[in-house]
């Protein structure tokens, strides 16, 4: 009896925490929809007060500063090395190797795969600037936004017949993906509770190809990002990688060299467009790129067209009184770019970077982008589907209790 109650407890937990914690919504979008991008770490070194004009460019990642108006995926932290710095932060000073003061480095998200940082530097504007954005990253995140299931970085090995051999194979299986897998058919239950703010039939297969070279210098701090979320990744400098992106700029896992086959292409769209089998983002594979991009006001639904990001600026076009009357980029502005449009009106893709000025370049599919996405500026009410996981829980601890309950009741019996 004793064992048949605990099995009981177990069952009974188990199924609950299944509710909880799995639905069918495809991958790519519930994370899209649901997966705040993680946060990376700039770290400054230095010694003692620091100059007027290195506290500008500090003050910058301030909570009224450019980069949260931009809206940025990382945070500060100030490190004195006269102040006893925490072993830890003096750990990552001494494996920086350098000299130079102030130093800024960057680190991926906890756990890092590269616990050293992607990048350090000296802590200069032009730094901050190119290492929050740039015109690749705005291009996924804009395919992202506009319904994209998946866009993959082909990371070039600067070899030029492995490199086209590579890339052809990608296209050619990707395309095949588009046309072979199926979507999972989204319970009603889950669209009742909200697990997806569009209409299922609006769901697409699409993937796409960014191509990236480890000589662009206007991508140097994207490479050494996508290098960074695996951590030994930079051993194979002399192959051709693929990264699938996907929900707010999470990348997958590498396929690297030979890797790069029909079996493991097949495999990472079936990881992308399989049901979320855990909506605990923590649980699932993939670390996040740093992008500049507003996903919480760019992923509910509307009837508009394409919606298009802030356009790439330098942060002394921002003030921390006025920043969203001065940048026409900025999240104020783009509200009310979108609202307009809205009211006017009722009712991608492989791509390749040449510059800055044309960062759309080539496209390879011609399925027009059928993403219906918008902004809202107010919070709404508490989704429904929060409410039945809250009395979903508090239903098995109470389970939980009546089965410990008649337990300790038998025991004494007995």
């Known amino acids: 009896m004793r064992r048949c109650l605990s099995s009981l407890a177990v069952l009974g937990i188990l199924l609950t925490t299944t509710v ?88 991926t998200p906890l756990p890092a795969p590269v616990p050293a940082g992607f990048w350090s530097g000296e802590l200069t504007e032009e730094n901050i600037t190119r290492l929050i954005d740039s015109p690749l990253r705005q291009n996924i995140a804009k395919q992202l936004v506009n319904g994209q299931t998946a866009v993959w970085v082909f990371l070039e090995s600067g070899e030029a017949e492995k490199d086209k051999a590579a890339r052809e194979l990608l296209v050619k299986e990707l395309k095949r993906m588009e046309k072979t897998l199926k979507l999972p058919e989204i319970e009603q239950a889950d669209i009742e509770q909200g697990l997806v703010s569009v209409s299922p039939d609006s769901l697409k297969l699409k993937f796409s190809i960014v191509t990236c070279s480890r000589d662009d210098s206007a991508e140097q701090y994207l490479t050494q990002m996508l290098l960074a979320t695996e951590s030994d990744l930079k051993d194979f400098d002399s192959e051709p990688m693929a990264l699938p992106v996907f929900g707010r700029g999470r990348v997958l896992y590498a396929l690297i060299g030979k890797g790069i086959n029909p079996g493991t292409i097949e495999q990472a769209c079936r990881d992308l467009t399989g049901p979320c089998t855990c909506q605990v983002k923590d649980q699932n594979p993939g670390t996040d790129l740093l992008m500049s991009v507003p996903w919480e006001k760019l992923v509910t639904p509307t009837a508009q067209d394409e919606k298009e990001l802030p356009p790439l600026t330098g942060l002394t076009s921002f003030s921390n009184s006025d920043a969203g009357k001065n940048d026409p980029g900025s999240m104020a502005q783009l509200l009310n770019k979108q609202a307009g449009s809205e009211s006017s009106n009722t009712e991608k893709p492989t791509v390749k970077v040449e510059s800055q000025s044309d960062p759309v370049a080539e496209t390879v599919s011609t399925e027009p982008s059928e993403g219906t996405l918008l902004q809202t500026e107010e919070p709404g009410p508490v989704p429904v589907h929060y409410k039945i996981e809250l009395f979903l829980l508090a239903g098995s601890v109470v389970l939980v209790i009546i089965l410990a309950g008649s337990y300790m009741l038998l025991a004494r019996k007995q």
Not at 33 to 38: I, K, L, S, T, V
Not at 47 to 55: A, D, E
Not at 90 to 107: C, D, G, I, N, Y
């Open 20 to 107: 909880i914690w799995a639905c069918s919504v495809p991958v790519f979008r519930y994370a899209l929809e649901r997966w705040p991008a993680d946060k990376y770490t700039a770290v400054v070194f230095h010694r003692g007060g620091l100059t007027p004009q290195q506290q500008t460019l500090i003050s910058h990642f301030d909570q009224e500063g450019a980069i949260v108006h931009k809206s940025a995926n990382v945070e500060l932290k100030l490190v004195d090395l006269d102040a006893d710095p925490a072993p830890a932060d003096l750990e990552l000073w001494k494996a920086q190797k350098s000299e130079t003061l102030p130093l800024l480095v960057v680190r």
